[in-house]
């Protein structure tokens, strides 16, 4: 008999104003300004995407009702939310702390948090020049967050935790223990010893009357290895007993230049659909409990810089190739093929990442599509 899985969607909060957006780039400003100013690179770019509903507010409490109805009807069963807390100075907090957690139908989903600990800056697309993406995270000439872990700092993140979410009925818990995730786990022992991290957060977990933290581990979005994922990383989390991992973002390969033409920066979904599941099947051979993660697609042509000139040169860049063919069909073929895996979740990326490609909410182009495909599958499941 199968047994019923969460589906969740990663919850990315940045389509409202927020106070620091505010004092970095002027009044009102949100991610939305990025969608509205960005053009076709190349024939065919299915750019600019806008929601069917508009550039909504999504720190509206009539939106987040809206988007939890339109979630739920679809088979989704919570949202993951990418949190930010900067030595308890919090980021793009309203839509959760706000409107999720005050909305009259919350309930018909669960939620957990990913702890987004990494730094922050610039958008290129806001910058001068043709700045290069600093990495994988959202940098440029400009640091504005820098993300530093202490004892400390942990124990007031839990304390916090513990206060405003774990309590609330539709948290989500496994075994009574609240799931929780953090993005960056080499950031977080760079500062903390692994075992000193679980000490802490099960010490104010149960000082709160819970049994412990349940710890879910991303070991993707990392220079590892060819595939960006960090399958190698299991043994050291199972052997200081964290209880699962999952792998953020993942699909593209460090080789992908073998496989995308000079003169056409774009990459076929099938690509990223062939290195999801060989990473799933990687994780899975560790003997660690995991949730598969499944990546919509890619396009961070929006947060690029309005300089960049089609085709353009990635080594300096830093800016990868645009994903196409992800359709409908195919996103439905991965979570097909998630639902197989033996895990008690599937995690899509994501619900709203409309800057990075990925998202499920109705779009101009695309309609209702994805969801309606994800809907099938998980009918069918």
């Known amino acids: 008999m ?49 929601p069917e509903w508009g550039y909504f507010d999504e720190s509206d409490p009539v939106w987040m009702a809206r988007q939890i109805d339109l979630a739920a009807d679809h088979g989704i069963t919570g949202f993951m939310f990418d949190w930010y807390w900067y030595e308890g100075d919090q980021f793009l907090e309203k839509p959760l702390n706000e409107t999720f957690l005050n909305a009259p139908n919350r309930n018909r989903l669960n939620f ?72 960056n786990c080499n950031c977080l022992f760079h500062y903390i010893p692994p075992a000193d991290v679980l000490r802490i957060i099960d010490e104010v977990a149960k000082k709160h009357g819970f049994p412990g933290i349940y710890t879910l581990m991303n070991i993707g979005c990392c220079n590892d290895n060819e595939y960006y994922c960090g399958w190698e990383r299991i043994p050291k989390m199972r052997d200081h007993g964290f209880d699962a991992v999952f792998a953020y973002n993942s699909g593209l390969r460090s080789d ?27 994780i899975a051979e560790q003997r660690m409990p995991f949730v598969p993660s499944i990546t919509l697609g890619l396009d961070v042509a929006p947060r690029w810089s309005r300089q960049l000139k089609y085709p353009w040169d990635y080594a300096k860049t830093g800016y990868y190739p645009i994903v196409v063919n992800n359709t409908p069909e195919r996103i439905g073929e991965m979570l097909k093929k998630a639902l197989a895996m033996d895990s008690d979740a599937v995690i899509i990326n994501a619900w709203n990442e409309w800057t990075e490609g990925m998202s499920l909410i109705p779009e101009k182009h695309l309609g209702n599509a994805n969801l309606k495909a994800i809907e099938k599958v998980i009918k069918n499941y």
């Open 112 to 183: 957990f948090l990913m702890w987004a600990n990494h730094t922050w800056g610039m958008w290129p697309a806001l910058d001068d020049g043709l700045r290069a993406m600093n990495g994988n995270e959202n940098q440029s000439s400009k640091i504005f967050l820098t993300i530093r872990h202490s004892e400390q700092d942990l124990r007031e993140v839990m304390e916090y935790s513990c206060e405003k979410y774990f309590r609330c009925e539709n948290y989500w818990k496994i075994g009574g223990k609240p799931v929780y995730s953090f993005y």
């Open 256 to 282: 992908f230049e073998k496989t995308v033409a000079k003169d056409r920066p774009t990459l076929d979904y099938s690509f990223m659909m062939e290195n999801q599941k060989y990473c799933w099947d990687r």
């Open 2 to 50: 199968k047994r019923k899985k969460e589906i969740f969607a990663i919850y990315f909060p940045s389509w409202h104003p927020d106070r620091h957006y505010e004092q970095w780039y002027g009044k009102g400003f949100c991610e939305w300004e990025l969608m509205k100013t960005t053009r076709p690179l190349f024939p065919g770019h299915r750019q600019p995407l806008e």
